[in-house]
């Protein structure tokens, strides 16, 4: 039901709706919704390949490769802190092993890299996480806001059967995946 009003919401109103969403959202609840939006895409492209939908799986690559992709453009390029750098070793080894399923249509690996993911956005580590993440990372809402609404990510969020998830902050998120 959540999907179908999703998709036949217009396209500005959706934009206002995540442009108010973001405004009103503090910086960790920013990165909250990226790394849970993360979430859906990926576990879209394991529905898709448990199920034998390879666009639908190819859709939700898409969608989680563009947030990886766009985390990773945001760490700050000036910093020496160790925790930069743990970042961007993240969001690669994240990239390959996405890629790597998605080639192999790997259900396992999709499993797997989100089982990662929910490690570090719940607790216990989920706070000092956050922390890192906002220390090392510089994005402006109007770029975040892009993001969301770009059409490779856009389209995987429409493709998420329970689209409210991707809202969901740390610990609820687990609950809903």
Known sequence: MNRQWFEAMAPDV???L???LIAEASEEERISILFNLLQNCIGTAAHGAETGQSVMQRD???GAVSILSFLREHLR???ANEANGVLRRFYQ???RQIIRAHRDIAVTRFHELRTSIAKVIQKPYSSS???NCMQETRMSKGEMLNLM???EVRHSICRIENSACMFAIGEESGANS
């Open 18 to 20: 995540l442009e108010e």
């Open 93 to 95: 080894a994240a990239h």
């Open 129 to 131: 996480f956050f922390h």
């Open 149 to 151: 609404l770009s059409f």
């Open 14 to 16: 959706i934009a206002g």
């Open 60 to 62: 939700g690559v898409v």
């Open 77 to 79: 390029a000036d910093s």
